[in-house]
Nanobody, 125 residues
């Protein structure tokens, strides 16, 4: 089993920045893709960003391209989501995810095996 714990959420004004972290523990060997998803009240969970094992390949939702970056530190089993130029529509619970599948469907939540509990991000206008 793999345990994922998010941190770094909070309240920020529009235009501000936040950095989310997701630490993995347990059987982390073989976990290749790490991702972030979010869910706003009354909406379905949606893909935000993902990163492969090497950190060389990243994926982003169109809504966050150019504003968010994703990175990972494999020595610490931690993935980061740097969120800049935040907008009120970015308000949501952000979930960290991980999977052992190597390729394909990085934006599809159904391909992820493990999930964190979520951290709230609120952007005020």
């Amino acid at each position: 089993q793999v345990q994922l714990v998010e941190s770094g959420g909070g309240l920020v004004q529009a235009g501000g920045s936040l950095r989310l972290s997701c630490a993995a523990s347990g059987r982390t060997f073989g976990i290749y893709v790490r991702g972030w998803f979010r869910q706003a009240p009354g909406k379905e969970r949606e893909f935000v960003a993902a990163i492969d094992w090497s950190g060389a390949i990243t994926y982003f939702a169109d809504s966050v391209k150019g504003r968010f970056t994703i990175s990972r530190d494999n020595a610490k089993n931690t993935v980061y989501l740097q969120m800049n130029s935040l907008k009120p529509e970015d308000t949501a619970v952000y979930y960290c995810a991980a999977r052992d599948a190597l390729r394909g469907g990085e934006s599809d939540s159904r391909t992820y095996n493990y999930w964190g509990q979520g951290t709230q991000v609120t952007v005020s206008s």
